[in-house]
Nanobody
Framework: QVQLVESGGGLVQSGGSLRLSCVAS????????MGWFRQAPGKEREFVAC??????SRNYADPVRYTISRDNAKNTVYLQMNNLEPEDTAVYYC?????????????????WGQGTQVTVSS
């Protein structure tokens, strides 16, 4: 089963940017729909963005500030986050599913990374 490892989190000031990366161990990475989710303390995990494997279709919670992309040759999916706000502070998770649609449902994803912390200071 594919394993996912996120990186790129950290501390950034309000208005700043971060680029998260998620590397998959499975060479069939290109077949998976990949998603990014986040979870703040005391809150439920919520959808951020996803991208399908076949057509590269995208879905966003916030299409203005976030951009998701993937490099199947590197088994990697990225999340570019711009104009970050303190409300974006959370643990960000990479997730994978064989569902071919760009779904935002948390329960549709069954492979998860360990998460990377993003903290935005005001």
């Amino acid at each position: 089963q594919v394993q996912l490892v996120e990186s790129g989190g950290g501390l950034v000031q309000s208005g700043g940017s971060l680029r998260l990366s998620c590397v998959a161990s499975d060479p069939t990475f290109g077949h998976y729909t990949m998603g990014w989710f986040r979870q703040a303390p005391g809150k439920e995990r919520e959808f951020v963005a996803c991208i399908t494997g076949s057509s590269g279709s995208r879905n966003y919670a916030d299409p203005v500030r976030y951009t998701i992309s993937r490099d199947n040759a590197k088994n990697t999916v990225y999340l570019q986050m711009n104009n970050l706000e303190p409300e974006d502070t959370a643990v960000y998770y990479c997730a994978a599913t064989m569902n071919s649609l760009p779904t935002s449902r948390v329960t549709a994803y069954y492979i998860w990374g360990q998460g990377t912390q993003v903290t935005v200071s005001s």
